[in-house]
């Protein structure tokens, strides 16, 4: 039931995408910069800039488990602004990064920083709306999450023309200050203190023992992050493979955001599909065409060298894309399935752990990058056929218990 206090619907669902929306923001607005970035901070080997990608997903790996039950105990508001205070200060201090490592720690707290508005604002959707409007306020949320990466490489080249790198760092820095002000002074806190569940690291580590001990919360969390991996392994070397490789230069957003593009119709498309087919059915038919798209993709690369035609290599990647739409989509539900009973914790340890799996596997596709798209695509035929293999292995226990019944 919506909170009588909160503000209109419009407003809190524009809010709710500003907030949301600033971590894919943080990630794909940076890609036109790593070459100067690296460059500028004297990086060696170019593959090495890539970890700028990486470190945010380290850091949002690592906060996502703390701002869910840190909101439970001292309200949704305060977790917010912790968060957005930590990442402000990641962006200043990459901002003025002077060394490469300096600018790792800041994209680190960056990461740390953007996990608390990010996974808090489920929550508080949560706390006002529920049911049908719930689902409502959540699909215009999703539609401005999914036009972001397609527009952040543009947004984040068209800053590099006029200023440079360090203003994407103040741009971040900039838009995180005002979502957190207008945050501030229109949005109630929508968990009353007699709700409030004092903050506990044992509760934590019981939802983490919760989901290793459920094959199919652990089954399909694990699958996300290997899928999940193989697609960082892309965020990681696009600008290499697109601007280096194939010399698009200033075009690389274009065809970054024709990719993008290509995720976010499967999303649109699997809201529809999905009351109709199931999450399973849709789910083990997009990694089997994954794979299928990948071996047979590889095994042209390998036919060309590594340099396949801009044309072919696109039709692959929107193709497979595609895919990880419809996977993305439905993973994470999946493994919150049988965690209903503690789906606040339980979204935390299954995003969390999902994220840990997939930052070192994406950081190792793209330190393989060699000039060529070998490295990335026989990633994702590897990652996508051994996460089709872990969801068989999670299905195969509710077929188990059909047997037995």
């Not at 707290?109 to 006002?128: C, E, F, K, N, Y």
């Not at 649109?268 to 109709?276: A, E, I, K, S, W």
């Not at 071996?295 to 696109?314: Q, R, T, W």
């Not at 060699?370 to 509710?398: D, K």
């Amino acid at each position: 039931m919506k909170n009588k206090n909160a503000l209109g619907f419009g407003e809190f669902v524009a809010l709710m995408a500003m907030m949301m929306a600033l971590a894919a923001l943080s990630t794909d607005v940076m890609l036109p910069a790593l070459s100067e970035i690296g460059n500028a901070l004297a990086v060696q080997g170019e593959n090495t800039t890539q970890l700028i990608v990486s470190f945010l997903f380290l850091g949002l790996a690592a906060g996502q488990i703390v701002y869910g039950p840190l909101s439970d105990s001292i309200g949704r508001k305060k977790s917010i602004y912790l968060g957005y205070l930590v990442f402000i200060l990641g962006s200043l201090l990459s901002m003025i990064a002077s060394s490469f490592s300096m600018m790792l720690a800041g994209r680190l707290l960056q990461g740390i920083g953007i996990a608390g508005p990010r996974s808090v604002t489920m929550a508080l959707i949560r706390d006002q709306y529920e049911g049908r409007q719930m689902a409502r306020v959540m699909s215009f949320v999703m539609m401005v999450f999914i036009l972001v990466p397609i527009i952040a490489p543009s947004f984040g080249q068209a800053i590099l023309i006029f200023a440079s790198w360090q203003a994407i760092f103040g741009t971040l820095f900039t838009l995180a200050l005002i979502t957190m002000i207008w945050f501030a002074i229109r949005q109630p806190e929508t968990l009353p203190v007699d709700r409030r569940i004092p903050f506990s690291l044992n509760r934590i580590w019981m939802g983490v023992r919760e989901v290793f001990a459920d094959r199919i919360a652990l089954g399909y969390t694990i699958a996300a992050g290997l899928v999940f991996g193989a697609f960082m392994g892309y965020l990681n070397s696009a600008q290499q493979i697109f601007q280096g490789q194939y010399g698009l230069g200033t075009d690389f957003p274009l065809y970054f955001a024709i990719i993008a593009l290509s995720i976010g119709s499967a999303s649109f498309l699997n809201g529809r599909l999905v009351m109709r087919y199931g999450m399973r059915y849709l789910s083990n038919w997009a990694v089997q065409i994954l794979v299928l798209l990948s071996i047979s993709f590889a095994l042209l690369g390998f036919f060309h060298a590594g340099n396949p035609s801009l044309l072919v290599l696109m039709i692959y990647l929107m193709a497979s894309f595609f895919c990880v739409g419809i996977l993305f989509g439905n993973m994470n539900s999946l493994a919150m399935e049988p965690l209903g009973h503690i789906a606040g914790i339980g979204a935390a340890v299954v995003g969390s752990l999902s994220t840990f799996i997939s930052v070192p596997l994406g950081i190792y596709i793209g330190q393989r990058y060699n000039n060529t798209i070998l490295p990335l695509v026989i990633g994702f035929a590897i990652l996508s056929t051994l996460s089709m293999l872990v969801m068989r292995w999670a299905q195969a226990e509710s077929q188990e218990e059909v047997v037995v019944s």
